[in-house]
């Protein structure tokens, strides 16, 4: 990296740096502005270790009262309920969303499918009304508003949240348990480290682990403006994993499923029916983006994988 680069992204970030470090510190600021500027990944554990430190201490009163709080396991099996967000409303998805969107209603296998919008929330879920004015107000972006809205779903209704983003490609079917999430092999480099997967994740109604998650990002924004971190969601949900023995346990518990997230990947590509089959023959949830400049058909004018996805899932 160039230090004309270097210095680039370091202006471009300035505007939130006396922020970070007034509220957060010399550390936390140094080494989070170092990884994102840098991407040295060799420092990716580092700092996960300070993040996390810094949030056990800042809200180790939060996580004390909900030790004494919490509840046993729950049982019972997942509601056929799958949730869904976009904020501005189904016919507002852009075509990629939209081809997830009807992928999930293919293969929902008697889920009923329930997309969240501005419009429809407030009948499912109660948001305090200081999230509701940062998400106004611009403190608080919508994918870290989807965050909140997905725990308090869950919590209160249970079932199944997908992003929006979520192509499947195989019936979905829910082993009779009462917690499910995405597990891949370690990757030392997120803070999830391949344990669970926050964009795909279902359970009972009132289970701890999403009141806990819930609480804990309200009461974050209660208290800051911005984010320590951009995967404050995940280190939330680490939290509950080292805070508390049953959680790990159910965490550690599940078995690695859908492991080949690669299809992301070859959007742009020339669509090719033998890398599709290879990638979704073990693998049902793929996420995608809506914020890369796919086209449908290559320089060549064959048809990409992108265009493909589109014309399956009309």
């Given amino acids: 990296m160039s230090i004309c680069v270097f210095c680039l992204k370091v202006i471009k970030r300035s505007n939130n740096f006396f922020y970070r470090l007034f509220h957060f ?31 056990q201490k800042k809200f ?27 904020w501005d409303g189904i016919d507002m998805m852009p075509p990629i969303v939209r081809a997830c969107y009807n992928s999930v209603i293919r293969y929902s296998n008697d889920f009923k499918v329930t997309v969240i919008t501005k419009y429809n929330y407030v009948d ?62 370690s990757n030392w480099k997120h803070v999830a480290n391949g344990r669970w997967t926050g964009c795909c994740i279902a359970g009972v109604p009132n289970y701890f682990l999403f009141k806990f998650i819930y609480e804990f990002l309200c009461e974050y924004w209660k208290k800051y403006n911005r984010l320590i971190t951009y995967h404050l969601y995940d280190y939330s949900i680490n939290l509950a994993y080292e805070s508390f023995p049953e959680i790990k346990m159910v965490f550690d518990s599940i ?31 793929h996420k995608l983006t809506w914020k890369h400049n796919c086209q449908t058909v290559t320089a060549n004018n064959k048809l990409t994988l992108y265009g493909h996805i589109l014309e399956h899932y009309k």
């Fill in 124 to 185: 499912y879920i109660f948001i305090p009304e200081y999230v509701m004015k940062k998400v106004n107000n611009g403190k608080m972006t919508l994918t870290h508003f989807s965050n909140i809205v997905r725990m308090a779903l869950l919590y209160n209704h249970g079932g199944f949240w997908l992003d929006a983003t979520f192509l499947v490609t195989n019936t979905i079917i829910l082993d009779n348990n009462f917690f499910f999430t995405i597990r891949r092999n």
């Fill in 255 to 285: 078995c690695p499923n859908n492991i080949n997230n690669t299809l992301v990947n070859y959007l742009k590509d020339k669509y090719d029916p033998v890398i599709l089959e290879n990638i979704v023959k073990d693998t049902i949830f």
């Fill in 25 to 55: 510190g010399f550390i936390v600021t140094f080494i989070d502005y170092f990884f994102e500027i840098t991407k040295f990944c060799i420092i990716s554990p580092i700092k996960h270790k300070v993040i996390t430190n810094w949030l």
């Fill in 60 to 86: 180790r009163y939060f996580i004390s009262m909900h030790c004494e709080n919490r509840n046993s396991l729950p049982r019972g099996e997942i509601p056929k309920q799958i949730w869904l967000c976009w």
